[in-house]
């Protein structure tokens, strides 16, 4: 069975940073794409950060560009999102997804983040 | 590329047919999928490629279209099936864009 759980979350302020991690099982993790995914409270669903299989391409949405950084370590079955310059727009629940072919076929439960003095 | 889901709100019985759309600002050829979302829950894959099920849905789930105009279709619906739908696009795939959702509830 596939399984991603996050953690990380919580209450930043402003300007301050957090560093989200998901742990992957039941999978190849090493062998597939994987994306972050964020909810704001009541909103919809936004596409926030994508990272290759091998971790040597990235990419990030506009709206987090400069200031979010993706990574994984195949060794340890983890991705992670290093959030810096954190802004009161930024909470949201936090979802590890894998990215199969640009589609999200499992997620994990979601982790929120709260940016708030 | 902006997707854009209507209605916003689907009032509909158990048994009865649901169709929603999803209409996007320029072609995504048939690179669109569905999810589902239940409060407090992480979405679901329900269809991708347009017209494909993901592992696991039931068969009363289907999707069609091409293009800018995409169709979900829930035959005859299900107590379980009340959720927020959202469409999701990867035509751009480093930009991939989700719908704002649609809600169906229930009558």
């Known amino acids: 069975e596939v399984l991603l759980v996050e953690s990380g979350g919580g209450l930043v302020q402003p300007g301050g940073s957090l560093r989200l991690s998901c742990a992957a099982s039941?999978?190849?993790?090493?062998?597939?794409?994987m994306s972050w995914v964020r909810q704001a409270p009541g909103k919809g669903l936004e596409w926030v950060s994508y990272i290759s299989d091998s971790g040597t391409f990235t990419y990030n949405a506009d709206s987090v560009k400069g200031r979010f950084t993706i990574s994984r370590d195949n060794a340890k079955n983890s991705l992670y999102l290093e959030m810096n310059s954190l802004r009161a727009e930024d909470t949201a629940v936090y979802y590890c997804?894998?990215?199969?072919?640009?589609?999200?076929?499992?997620w994990g439960q979601g982790i929120l983040v709260t940016v708030s003095s | 590329i902006v997707l854009t889901q209507s209605p916003a709100t689907l009032s509909l019985s158990p048994g009865e047919r649901a169709t929603l759309s999803c209409r996007a600002s320029?072609?995504?050829?048939?690179?669109l999928a569905w999810y589902q979302q239940k409060p407090g829950q992480a979405p679901r894959l329900l269809i991708y490629?347009?017209?494909n099920r993901a592992a696991g849905i039931p068969a009363r789930f289907s999707g069609s279209g091409s293009g800018t105009d995409f169709t979900l279709t829930i035959s005859s619906l299900e107590p379980e099936d009340f959720a927020v739908y959202y469409c999701?696009?990867?035509?751009?795939?480093?930009?991939?864009?989700f719908g704002q959702g649609t809600k169906v509830e229930i009558k």
């Open positions: 999701q696009q990867r035509s751009d795939w480093l930009r991939k864009t």
């Open positions: 039941g999978f190849t993790f090493s062998s597939y794409e």
């Open positions: 490629d347009a017209s």
């Open positions: 320029q072609s995504v050829g048939n690179f």
């Open positions: 997804a894998r990215d199969r072919l640009a589609y999200f076929d499992h």
